[in-house]
C-alpha cells in the first residue's frame, strides 16, 4: 500500500462518497487487499478511533466487490489517519462513583458547505 509519505488530509472521507458511489470505476484487482485494511479498520474505529467508524461503516458494505474507486476512498482515510494519529481515545480509571463520557462529532464530514 506504501502510505508512508502520503499527503495529508484533514476529513476521513470524501464529502460527496453519495453521489461518487454510483459512477462508473473498474474492480479494484486486490479484493483480499481491500478486506484485509477494512478489517483493520474496523478494529481500530471499535476500539480507538470513533472519528472513523461511519467512514469505515460505508466503505466495508463493499467488501463483497470493491472497485477502484472504493480503493482510492481507503487511501484517502489512512492518509487521514497517518495525518491524525496523536488523536484517539483514552480511558482511565477513575476514583469516584460515577463516570462522564462527552464527546463531540462531525459526522457528515462537513457537509453543510455554507457554514
Not at 486486490?30 to 478489517?39: A, E, F, K, N, P
Not at 470513533?50 to 489512512?78: E, T, Y
Not at 481515545?89 to 464530514?109: F, Q
Amino acid at each position: 500500500c506504501n502510505m508512508k509519505d502520503a499527503k495529508p488530509t484533514y476529513t476521513p472521507m470524501q464529502t460527496d462518497f453519495y453521489n461518487l458511489t454510483n459512477e462508473p470505476s473498474p474492480e479494484f484487482e486486490d479484493q483480499t487487499l481491500y478486506r484485509s485494511v477494512i478489517g483493520s479498520l474496523l478494529y481500530i474505529s471499535s476500539w480507538t478511533r470513533p472519528d472513523i467508524s461511519l467512514s469505515v461503516n460505508l466503505l466495508s458494505q463493499h467488501v463483497g466487490k470493491a472497485k477502484q474507486f472504493h480503493w482510492n476512498c481507503v487511501k484517502k482515510l489512512l492518509r487521514y489517519l497517518q495525518h491524525t494519529k496523536s488523536i484517539g481515545l483514552l480511558l482511565e480509571p477513575t476514583h469516584t462513583d460515577y463516570a462522564e463520557l462527552c464527546c463531540y462529532a462531525d459526522s457528515d464530514w462537513a457537509s453543510d458547505k455554507k457554514s
